[in-house]
């Protein structure tokens, strides 16, 4: 027996009997998670609640326990949410807990190729992320890759690195990455077609190798990228359906995806209805560039890219608008009536006087200073990184909007590997500078016709800027006067994984733009709705530059516009059923208010990116005082979220989840719980899902209040080129004064109504 045994042997005993006593499975079985906003283990301990299932986080704690202990606490905490499943892991089209309930797979899904090579594992954490575990989990040798919910990460490493670590008392479970969680199961029953597919390979696996090894299994045609996504390589490849599988064992293939071969796209008039510039009946009125004017505003020093389907840049109203563009995804002479029309409602600068018989100058659009960059999608998104490609391109020609009125699929399949790059490239557009180049990247939802989650991709993105469409016109021209209720052919939400979408509406159907041939015409769709959202954050970047001296991030871009758009409480969904407050997934935080944000009536806060969490349980505070009774007060925190697992299907999204919450009078308020009236209403359980939370406030007295921000998990880097692995940064815009007046609700006679 060698002294190096006799010392790993000691080692390990000495870890068994210092490890703590943490329940069985079984035991556990029957506990609940809680989290209580108090630091420190008094609480605990007059509660009678053993010590080493409380995990002390600053802000909060968080604890498991029992039904009798769970009654202890009612008697003893002020406040405090329950978790009653805190574990349950959805993975592979499978939810279950990995302890207690381990996911029914076929055994050709279950086979690990070369099991004894170092390759994908899991691990569940007993709670928030602290990073001194993930310090301890890296000593040992295993990388950390991806963070999955609920505390759950995806690590490399070898199965004795693995083993080694199985009596960490902060490790839950730990488990080997299946077949079955690379390949949904809509994707497994294949044939021997062959079919084009997206993997995402861990770059330790080696990318030759495992590129090889898919030759082998019949695949072709191969493409492969390093360096776009931060974390794996990506490789497009033709093979028989029946491989997939197979292919999904091999060490470092963390999920392949068929491409989806159904991607594709998606007047003055509309610009008044952004602006308010409408009667008491909804009918809109000419004179938006006088508007402008008193604004002071035009877009004017801002570029936007129009990725779309060609634009006829000839055209009198955007023949001095589109700005020379460098790259293999410029539009040069290719043109369309899409990409024309989307174009012209963003910056089209109505020179041509061109009116409608209302007096409206039909090729004015949104931005009429604002400067444009003409891209073009296809073929570009089909090959592996294609979109970040796309975005980054946008970047190297100076746009700092990106206007996408079209998706490369349009089925929901959840949070896929094309989701995650828009992500990563919302964040850091162009991964070879240093540093982090944000793009804001505004994006047309599918024409789902209403229903439930018949949206397409990118749309269950995190940090994009999703809109829906409302109506607008008729065919014909004329207004139509039911502007606050969505258009039929909008998509609602939610995404597949619980989260609202889309972030808000705007007009689309039908609006008044310019086509081919010096022309002009009228067409529905959500396509419509994006440009408006483009061309309005595209005034707000210029007033942002002006009054600060720098752009706004694109989660800055977010806060200033949800929280004050017009609610559509009463209004009429895609399928003409009536519409709830905000936040839902139908309208979103609702339709555009572009007046609101850019000429508010009292002082509106910015602040933009300023902080950065670094651990889990820290808290930020901001507070303000009302020198005078406030009728309103709306805060709204956005952050771009690290990207989250690119697997697709119902798994959770989110990594990084940050709590808004303002305390009056004794009572929390949390982010996105709202009363019947559209108001923040005491009590509730933070919102752990949405990277957009908003807090309103009515009929408020003078005095001083506490916002605070409480860093609720801090899993992954969010703020990558910047610090550590762990951090996240936000924006917040806090708006107070006068109530917004409500758009008016009329009476509606319909004809025979069919749902879609």
């Avoid at 039904?67 to 606490?73: G, K, Q, R």
């Avoid at 009116?355 to 100058?361: I, T, V």
């Avoid at 997934?585 to 609702?590: D, I, R, V």
Wanted: proline share 7%; net charge negative.
């Amino acid at each position: 027996m060698t002294r190096r045994f006799i010392l790993s042997f000691l080692s390990a005993l000495l870890i068994l009997l210092l490890a703590p006593l943490v329940p069985s499975a079984e035991a556990q079985a029957s506990l609940v998670a809680v989290r209580v906003p108090v630091a420190g283990q008094e609480l605990w301990a007059r509660s009678g609640i053993a010590d080493e299932l409380v995990i002390d986080y600053g802000a909060f704690t968080w604890a498991l326990v029992s039904p009798a202990e769970l009654v202890a606490l009612e008697s003893d905490a002020d406040a405090f949410q329950v978790y009653p499943n805190p574990y349950a892991l959805t993975l592979g089209g499978e939810t279950f807990d990995p302890l207690l309930s381990p996911p029914r797979v076929s055994p050709e899904l279950s086979v690990l190729a070369d099991p004894g090579k170092p390759r994908l594992h899991l691990m569940q954490f007993y709670g928030p992320t602290k990073s001194r575990w993930l310090l301890e989990l890296e000593a040992s040798g295993l990388e950390i890759v991806q963070y999955i919910h609920p505390f759950t990460y995806v690590v490399w490493g070898t199965a004795d690195a693995l083993d080694a670590q199985t009596q960490q008392d902060f490790l839950r479970w730990t488990g080997d990455y299946l077949p079955a969680y690379a390949l949904l199961p809509m994707y497994r029953t294949q044939t021997d077609e062959h079919v084009r597919v997206r993997i995402l390979i861990h770059p330790a696996a080696g990318l030759e190798e495992t590129l090889q090894a898919i030759a082998a299994l019949g695949g072709t045609q191969i493409e492969a990228q390093s360096g776009l996504d931060p974390v794996f390589d990506l490789v497009t490849v033709i093979l028989p359906g029946t491989q997939l599988p197979a292919v999904a064992a091999l060490p470092g293939v963390y999920t392949l995806q068929p491409v989806s071969t159904d991607g594709g796209d998606r007047g003055e008039m509309s610009n008044q209805v952004n602006a308010g510039n409408v009667f008491s009946n909804n009918r809109a009125y000419p004179g938006y560039l006088s508007w402008l004017g008193r604004v002071g505003l035009s877009g004017a020093g801002v570029v936007m890219a129009n990725v779309d389907s060609g634009v006829d840049q000839e055209h009198p109203d955007l023949v001095s608008r589109v700005l020379p563009c460098s790259g293999f995804t410029c539009g040069d002479d290719a043109a369309s009536h899409h990409g024309t029309h989307t174009a012209g409602i963003m910056a089209g600068d109505g020179s041509s006087a061109v009116m409608d018989s209302n007096g409206f100058l039909r090729g004015l659009g949104m931005a009429p200073g604002a400067m444009l960059v003409e891209q073009l999608y296809a073929p570009t998104y089909y090959a592996p990184g294609g979109m970040l490609t796309l975005m980054t391109q946008s970047y190297r020609n100076d746009a700092v909007i990106s206007n996408n009125s079209w998706g490369p699929g349009s089925r929901p399949v959840g949070y896929d590997a094309d989701t995650r790059l828009v992500d990563v490239g919302v964040r850091d557009a162009d991964p070879e500078q240093p540093g982090n180049q944000p793009l804001t990247y505004v994006l047309s939802i599918m024409n789902g016709y209403g229903g439930t989650s018949s949206q397409g991709t990118p749309d269950e993105a995190k940090n994009v800027f999703s809109v829906g469409s409302t109506q607008m016109q008729y065919s014909t021209g004329s207004q139509n006067l039911e502007i606050n209720n969505l258009s039929i052919n909008s998509a609602h939400g939610p995404a597949l994984d619980g989260r609202n979408l889309p972030l808000m509406v705007a007009p689309g159907c039908y609006v008044d733009s310019s086509v081919l041939s010096s022309g002009y015409g009228m067409i529905c769709g959500t396509s419509m709705s994006a440009p408006h959202v483009s061309g309005a954050a595209a005034l707000f970047f210029e007033k942002y530059r002006e009054q600060f001296g720098s752009d706004p991030s694109p989660a800055l871009v977010k806060a200033a516009f949800l929280p004050v758009a017009y609610d559509l409480a009463g209004h009429l969904d895609a399928n003409g059923r009536v519409l709830g407050h905000p936040f839902d997934s139908k309208q979103g935080w609702g339709r555009l208010n572009l007046a609101a944000v850019l000429n508010p009536p009292d002082e509106v806060l910015y602040f933009d990116q300023e902080y950065v969490f670094t651990e889990s349980g820290q808290t930020w505070t901001v507070e303000i005082t009302l020198k005078k009774p406030a009728d309103i007060l709306r805060a709204m925190l956005a952050w771009c979220d690290a990207p989250g697992h690119g697997l697709g299907g119902t798994t959770p999204a989110w990594v990084n989840d940050l709590d808004l919450s303002i305390e009056i009078d004794g009572q929390t308020y949390y982010g996105n719980n709202f009363g019947d009236d559209g108001l923040s209403i005491p009590g509730g359980t933070p919102d752990d899902k949405n990277n957009t939370e908003g807090i309103f406030l009515g009929s408020l007295p003078a005095g001083t209040y506490t916002l605070t921000v409480t860093a609720a998990n801090i899993s992954a880097d969010g703020v990558p080129n910047f610090g550590g692995d762990l951090d996240q940064d936000f924006a917040m815009v806090i708006y107070f004064g006068e109530r917004l007046p409500p758009p008016p609700v009329f009476s509606y006679i319909f004809p025979l109504f069919i749902n879609r």
